[in-house]
């Protein structure tokens, strides 16, 4: 089952599969109820009215975004070469502990076909497409949707204490464009692939998979949830594992198309 959330005349509205739920339905109440209720839930209360209007990110705006970082060989390879103090990357990939950190408040998540953005005082900017779980209040994995953790690599190479500035600004977190019901078992090997096209023309692709991950989506959820309470559920970028190119990046006007496990996410690049 897909839920999706569209802007409507009477405001932001939740749709199951293409028909509208009660227009007083937010994400918070399905995220009260056990993981494997969800769809019932879903089905008990969805509408007979076809869903309609623009895409909105599939988050509600008091919800938080989480990520990980350094999941993937090719993350830990890339997080080396960037920065002077590469032996933590590597500390932290053969850690038992994860990196874990805040990324966005649901109000500052871009949806489909809005702008992301660069940071005007970094040189070095790339889109990182992750699968992005959705764990409800209790850390059960819900379900997913395409991330995209835009990030200034130079900032974050300069000195690891700016990965805050590296990572969260406006702009920097795309989700979309809505929310898969899966199991943990249905994530284990998923391709997810990154595509970003400049002036029309194709100018880097990449594809990798779950299955390629060092960790596992319960591993990291369970560490995010301890000593920290989501009452409202929360939403956790799991990592990537593409990363353009040392030469390469983003630049006004580029579009970013990321596809995970069959969800598209698009977003064109502004400053």
Not at 112 to 131: F, G, K, Q, T
Request: hydrophobic share 40%; aromatic share 8%; with cysteine.
């Amino acid at each position: 089952m897909l839920l999706t959330r569209h802007q409507t005349p009477s405001g932001p509205r939740w749709a199951a599969d293409g028909h509208f739920l009660p227009q007083a339905f937010i994400l918070d109440f399905l995220l009260e109820f056990p993981a494997g209720r969800a769809a019932d839930v879903l089905r008990a209360i969805v509408t007979a009215a076809p869903a309609a209007g623009p895409l909105l990110p599939p988050i509600e705006p008091g919800q938080e975004v989480w990520a990980s970082g350094v999941t993937y060989l090719r993350s830990r390879d890339a997080r080396k070469a960037e920065s002077a103090t590469g032996d933590i990357y590597e500390r932290v990939y053969e850690a038992t502990r994860p990196e874990l950190f805040f990324k966005a408040i649901g109000w500052r998540v871009v949806g489909p076909d809005a702008a992301i953005r660069v940071r005007a005082d970094s040189r070095w900017n790339v889109p990182e497409p992750e699968l992005t779980l959705v764990l409800n209040r209790q850390g059960e994995i819900v379900g997913f949707t395409a991330g995209n953790d835009v990030s200034s690599r130079d900032i974050e190479g300069e000195n690891p204490l700016y990965l805050p500035q590296a990572k969260v600004y406006n702009g920097s977190c795309g989700l979309g464009p809505g929310i898969q019901l899966a199991d943990a078992d249905a994530l284990a090997d998923l391709r997810i692939g990154l595509q970003i096209y400049r002036n029309g023309q194709l100018a880097f692709a990449g594809e990798t998979s779950t299955a390629r991950m060092k960790r596992g989506f319960a591993e990291l959820a369970t560490y995010l949830y301890r000593e920290l309470a989501f009452p409202h559920g929360v939403f956790l970028m799991t990592g990537t594992g593409i990363v353009p190119q040392e030469s390469f990046s983003l630049g006004p006007g580029d579009r970013v198309r990321i596809e995970v496990g069959g969800l598209v996410l698009e977003n064109v690049t502004a400053l």
